[in-house]
């Protein structure tokens, strides 16, 4: 199916330059566009991209109006991701692959739960007893929403996700564990969206929270009572562990851990792969991985590593032996 | 609905001194608890918290008796965190929150499976050919339990979690890989909790096997063959290696990562994100990761690292140009 | 069940020395097999075994032939790993053990999917609209393969993947994610086998690309509009995100985390838990994680890393005051 350019502005605004009838057949980057596809240039650094790309359409930014006019049809926008962004919805909506509202049979749905007639519950969803859901969102299938957890409006939950499962929470007794139940559920905000086989654990007497416009990949673990400042990003595979606070506007590389009762502060960006400890009170992007090398190089570096606070000491020890001339005046 | 504390005492045992009739309407800490809320306190370095709590009733240990009765209403147990785990338990049973026993006609359960009638097989979930499910066991929704596998009685398997996929076993020949059917099972005791959508592997020839009282959080991966010991727990996104034998009474923190064939000894405890590439006969605490900083000193301190074996060989130069006293003695 | 020596050679060839009756009763390790027990000898430090092993019968390669014979039965394979592995094929075979053909009638399978009536699709699974599922392609139960998806032919499905979640991409704008919708899907090419639990989301614009025969353990994420190359295995836990380019016949160990937009070379293999942030364009093997020792001797030298850059001024200015000879030349 297609899309006329036309049709585009008309729905989205931004400003077309060219032929409003041209037939868009297909979105594509620049580099692989033809001339029935429609592109869009948001790094400034790949303005040069422009000149040899095929794309019958580009999407930019004020900027690079100029350059994108000289070379055939553009469309003008503000903020040209955004706009492309809003594209790619229009695509998926005038296609018709949009998830229909309804539950659908397969899936099972509990007593007291209160989905929201738009709300598209997909094919083998569990949820559970007096769960909410709010007008909009999407549960793709296969997943499981546990009792009284509660759901906001236009949020989008991926396949094997599972929200409200048990926090990890025993007593210690004896050498073994006893459980402690978890009473607490799950919030989550607006505009969440939770990726394929990601969790988050239901608290133990309070509820974990997750508020609005959050956005979790996949295969990541929230803890029980955890909260997610508004609009918080983690990328795959991370974990975060019980009670952390997390602030608002924060990203979490893949991979990243942070430990439990935590608490970030807003605008904080942890690297991909890196391990938070402690808390963190000031905005900022933080790391801490061991840089990856050749395995013989690792070796010889991962053994001296092994001696670092030895190495130090005879380093103290020299410095002893030589001492700075501000020591000695 | 609510509780009675003496109601809670005649289930539990403990001394209660107070109200017999004072309701309970809730669980919740002591900074959140209200004058109709019961709370605990374990962590003596937390005893400050009693003077300034509004909780209508408090769990303490005998040591701190004295201190909560001049507060008001408390029950004195042995082991306070212990009691309070029961409360909650008992909290959810009198609630009738508990899954209730019996299959769930949406769960698919294969010829010659043996379930024990007072389990409960929730939703959605898949039980294969010849497995046996015992006593109490609760298998929330959307679990899989593949073909041949034992579950114990009184276990909980979260949502999401699959038991005896198969074990990742592959003969290499000319650069490609041939299946090795896993024809092993997986057997887990009593009392074992695994979390949501964690997995544990069938075995290659023989069974993997989890011994009775482990629990395991979510998002943790169990290669085939693994054993681990009695009453160990591991936190989130652990990965355990095939063929690792773990002892008991560990613990392996979230994130901690353990290579195969090792051995692990009993009452070994693995940090958060560590990885563990030797086997261990000592039990202790054992650790290995990079501290987070920020991203500027992480970056010099890194290329630093890149180099470091070099610099110990710039140490040693000078140590050679500097002998110690008793070198030159 | 039980199958006679001889059937075995039969069917898949290699020299057998001893009685074509015997009867096998299982597959075992030469550790643990009796003399009903067919086992099997591939790695060369391994001979020794083969005195003290009770195996009735065991699979040998030519070289370990004499050593074999002189102890009993045995078969004689050019590759008795591969063997072995046709061994544990030919025995889940002839025991029944192998998923049906056809369509689990608790699978939900959407309009347009076209599955070969070879493949077995099994229950609870979800199959979206237009998916392609070739020959001989098993999923287990509880495989979600989003719309669109196309599956080659001998794929391995464990149960819990999901194929074709939507890959995570967001405009930011003021400090919010707008949701790029994933028009991409996901193509799997013949002979790939997806672990439990693990995830291959669907790409932006292109399709994210498995290609043949590649192995993928459990709990892996691969993020959209990756490419991975032919035979290429990765173990449990590991993240390759968005836009990586990872080559044939590689290997990733546990853990081990990818970024995004990366070039891999063919033939690299990376250590468990390292993090790979830069294209490769070597073979050959890369590792970086932090050395697990003990806890007091990682606080030592920790505490000693997050000054490593401040250690090496502090030799840089002992070497001044000491000049090596050919500087001072």
Redo the contacts between chains.
């Keep these: 199916m297609t899309l006329r350019a036309g049709d585009i502005v008309e729905s989205l605004g931004g400003e077309l330059f060219g032929d409003a009838d041209r037939v868009i057949e297909?979105?594509?980057?620049l580099e692989?566009a033809t001339d029935t596809d429609l592109s869009y240039l948001v790094n400034p650094k790949l303005t040069h991209l422009l000149g040899s790309s095929q794309a019958g359409c580009v999407i930019v930014g004020t900027p690079m109006a100029d350059a994108a006019r000289s070379r055939g049809d553009c469309i003008v926008a503000d903020?040209p991701?955004?706009y492309?962004?809003?594209v790619?919805?229009l695509?998926?909506r005038v296609h018709g692959?949009m998830p229909r509202p309804g539950i659908?049979p397969?899936a099972?749905v509990e007593d007291g739960a209160v989905i929201d007639s738009s709300a598209s519950i997909?094919?083998?969803c569990?949820v559970?007893r007096n769960v909410r859901i709010g007008a909009d969102t999407v549960l793709?299938?296969?997943v499981?929403v546990?009792?009284g957890c509660v759901i906001g409006a236009r949020c989008?939950i991926?396949?094997?996700a599972?929200i409200g499962?048990?926090g990890?929470g025993?007593?210690?007794?004896d050498?073994?564990?006893?459980?402690?139940?978890?009473?607490g559920a799950v919030r989550l905000g607006d505009d969440v969206?939770i990726?394929?086989?990601t969790?988050v654990?239901r608290g133990?007497?309070?509820d974990t929270v997750i508020e609005d416009?959050v956005?979790l990949?996949?295969?990541i673990?929230i803890?029980h009572n955890c909260h997610i400042g508004k609009?918080t990003?983690m990328?795959?595979?991370v974990?975060i562990?019980g009670s952390a606070h997390i602030g608002a506007?924060c990203t979490v590389g893949?991979?990243g851990?942070i430990?439990g009762h935590l608490t970030i502060a807003d605008h904080v960006h942890?690297?991909?792969?890196?391990?938070?400890?402690h808390s963190i009170d000031k905005p900022?992007?933080?790391?801490?991985?061991?840089?990856?090398?050749?395995?013989r190089?690792?070796?010889?570096?991962?053994?001296?590593?092994?001696?670092?606070?030895a190495?130090?000491d005879?380093?103290k020890?020299?410095?002893r032996?030589?001492p700075?001339n501000d020591d000695v005046a």
């Excluded at 025993?170 to 007794?173: I, N, S, T, V």
């Excluded at 006893?178 to 009473?183: H, P, R, S």
């Design positions: 297909r979105l594509a980057s692989r903020n991701h955004l492309f962004a809003k790619t919805q695509w998926k692959d659908h397969s099972v997909g094919a083998l569990f559970g793709h299938p296969r499981t546990g009792d989008v991926q396949s094997g599972v499962g048990d990890f025993f007593a210690p007794h050498g073994m564990w006893e459980k402690i139940e978890q009473l969206e990726g394929a086989n969790c654990d133990a007497l309070d416009g956005k990949d996949n295969q673990q803890g609009h990003a990328a795959g595979c974990g562990a506007y893949g991979a851990m430990a942890v690297t991909a792969a890196s391990v938070v400890l900022g992007q933080y790391t801490g991985f061991f840089p990856t090398t050749d395995h190089t690792w070796e010889k570096n991962a053994a001296t590593l092994r001696h670092l606070h190495l130090r005879r380093v020890r020299l410095e032996l030589l700075r």
